[in-house]
């Protein structure tokens, strides 16, 4: 047994919770819901035994390192960060509808992971550059900051088709008018940035000591660090806005949007379209 077994498992268990939870967003059975809550739950501690599984291999054929340094790695674990922070928010506010905006980005991330043309899934050496110390506390951080956008856009998407439901005055037991109320939306998306702000700033910290320690400074203004520093000032001045100028709703449902796809290309665009320092993270 190894731990391929164990992604594959947790690809399926993602891709029906996501079903599941869109169904009860579609059909309002509550009977449905806590079978993509069960769902969730199998491919998140499937995916911790696969992650944990795929560390001990390494070690097993000479190489020993956190599974953490390539693009296949990084999307399994960037998977896991939301599924697990989904989980906890799903606990702490009791709602359920939520995971039909939330966990196809878990589905999706394990999808690409393992049928993506180029995805290299072998475990390999580490390249000098990934030979650190710092190697586990910058991508950690960085990517349960990930796992929080994924879920602030998700909320964003849903506070604009409830803002669209609440316009138009559709009635509660209509698909979009059976949401949760747009106050707690919005304070469920300004939360989640919050959360996800802090640990972004955490892997841009840990970036930088880790770039001076590979690279002799601490910043050189590399493709994937100009992008970060860029995803940064983007979620700043959404908190700036909110905490200055009282912003909230629509114009923060549509900052979480656009900060999460400036996130996506930090993290695929870099990799793929333009090169520097950070273009093994595509092997």
Known sequence: ??????????????????????????????????????????????LTI??????????????????????????VFFAWCIGLFYLFMEYKYKNKVIGAFVLPFAFAAMAYASFAKGINQEISPLVPALQSN????????????????????????MYL?????????????????????????DDMTYKTIVFGFLWLSAGI??????????????WSWDPKETWSIITWFIYALTLHAR???????????WLAIIGFASVIFTYFGVNFVLSGLHSYGSN
């Open 161 to 185: 088709l409830k803002k669209s439901a609440v316009d138009k005055k559709l009635p509660a037991n209509t698909l979009l008018g059976s949401l949760p109320d747009l106050r707690f939306i």
């Open 243 to 253: 905490f200055t100028r009282g912003w909230g709703g629509t114009r923060i449902a």
């Open 134 to 157: 710092w190697l586990i506390a910058h991508v950690v951080t960085c990517f349960i900051g990930y796992g929080a956008f994924a879920m602030a856009a998700g909320l964003g998407i």
């Open 1 to 46: 047994m190894n731990s391929s077994l164990f992604f594959g498992i947790t690809t399926l268990a993602y891709l029906f919770a996501s079903v599941f939870y869109i169904a009860l967003f579609v059909f309002k059975n509550r009977k449905i819901g806590p079978v993509g809550t069960a769902l969730t739950i199998l491919g998140t501690l499937t």
């Open 205 to 218: 910290i840990t970036g930088a000591i880790w770039a001076n320690e590979a690279w002799g400074t601490y």
């Open 50 to 75: 696969a992650i944990g599984f795929r560390w001990y291999e390494s070690y097993q054929i000479g190489i020993g390192h956190a599974p953490l340094t390539n693009m296949y790695e990084s999307l």
